[in-house]
């Protein structure tokens, strides 16, 4: 009798047009639906403003030009704020209501772990975040997991390791707010100290993420005889702990700053209080491309979309954007949550434009392996130093 009713069930469905088999979420025919959970207006705004545009506008080139393979993509964003709740609250939105394919360039660690369960139950993949805890390829489900490169631990180990040798550095110093990403620099420069027995960590100051008063922490550390100071806070606070300093007088200390303070904006400081700061990454910076036709040819497109100079922000939203592209060529025209992650490993180039090399593999869900170190220098971030991991 059930048999019967199942037979039953499936020729009805065929006769009015339906199928029997299941669907993919977020993907038809003719379109891709992908989300981002965002810092639009908060703290961060200044990573995910411009990566959400040149997301979308490398989607509006694909878009125009057919899709891949016959399917437009749809990219919803939700703002956050650089708030938690808001952050669950908007992945619910995208995953259950508007029932993403996948979620792409979402920022911030604390947020991407309060959402990975909810995409983990519904099978939505996390393509390049823009968090570089470590957490974004062990939290959860690495099969459906995939990052830039290297992490906040293992830039700023790499660039901790190389200052002290450069410049014989013996006192070490942190100022972290309390979230993931703090608390992750904070444990490399403990680490480091861990491991040279002519490093001291000499001090270290906790800070909330809309602090805007740091003279009293810097005198401490200055009182403490900092030489390096490790920064994982937000852009604002890094030029004004920076400038701040400067007033201060103390121009023999050193700062550095992870992936998440490598930004142009900072580089750009006003009356170049920030420049000698130094930056542990995964990508150099886009300035120091000008000389290549396809860097320029984006930059001028960028500008000429947006009135303003591609930053930081907007080169991980290029690079997220491509290899999320990339996967959905490779992932052929049957497109299925299986298909697309076999072409997200299967990914091996060069771009171009943002000089990032990308290769992954089933083991290997980091896009890039490189450690850039950077230091601002006459108002603009210049290679100083590149690292194998």
Request: charged content about 20%; proline content about 4%; aromatic content about 8%.
């Amino acid at each position: 009798m059930k048999q019967f009713s199942t037979l039953v069930l499936a020729g009805l469905l065929t006769a009015c047009g339906g199928s029997t088999e299941q669907s993919v979420r977020g993907v038809t025919d003719t379109e891709v639906v992908v989300g981002g959970n965002h810092d639009m207006s908060g703290p961060f705004a200044t990573f995910s403003v411009p990566a959400v545009r040149a997301a979308q506008q490398l989607f509006n080139e694909v878009n125009a030009n057919g899709g891949i393979h016959g399917r437009t993509i749809r990219y919803i964003v939700e703002d956050h704020a650089y708030q938690v709740p808001r952050a669950v609250q908007n992945n619910n939105k995208l995953v259950q209501n508007d029932n993403v394919f996948a979620m792409l360039l979402s920022l911030g660690t604390p947020h991407n772990l309060a959402s990975f369960p909810l995409m983990d139950r519904n099978n939505v993949p996390s393509i390049m975040p823009l968090a570089l805890s470590g957490q974004m390829l062990t939290e959860g489900d690495f099969s459906r997991r995939f990052a830039f490169g290297a992490d906040y631990y293992q830039a700023v180990s790499a660039g901790i390791d190389y200052l002290v040798d450069e410049h014989n550095i013996q006192n070490l110093c942190v100022m972290y707010i309390p979230s993931d990403f703090g608390e992750e620099v904070n444990r490399a420069a403990q680490d480091a100290v861990a491991d040279n027995p002519d490093l001291t960590l000499a001090a270290s100051t906790s800070h909330r993420q809309d602090e805007s008063d740091f003279s009293g922490a810097l005198s401490r550390l200055r009182a403490a005889n900092c030489e390096l100071v490790a920064l994982a806070v937000a852009v604002r606070p890094i030029m004004t702990i920076a400038s701040t300093a400067r007033d201060m007088g103390w121009d023999d200390v050193r700062f550095i700053v992870s992936q998440a303070g490598f930004h142009t904006v900072i580089a750009q400081a006003p009356g170049g209080v920030t420049d000698g700061i130094y930056a542990a990454s995964a990508w150099p910076d886009i300035e120091e491309r000008r000389d290549n036709p396809e860097t320029m040819a984006w930059i001028n497109a960028y500008q000429s979309a947006h009135n303003e100079f591609p930053s930081t922000g907007a080169v991980l939203g290029r690079i997220g954007a491509e290899a999320f592209v990339r996967g959905l060529e490779a992932a052929g025209p049957d497109l299925t949550l299986e298909s697309f992650l076999a072409g997200m490993e299967s990914l091996d180039y060069h771009d171009p434009v943002t000089g990032v090399d990308v290769l992954m593999s089933a083991d290997k869900h980091a896009a890039t392996s490189g450690i850039v170190i950077s230091q601002i220098r006459n108002g603009g971030w210049q290679t100083i130093e590149v690292m194998e991991q």
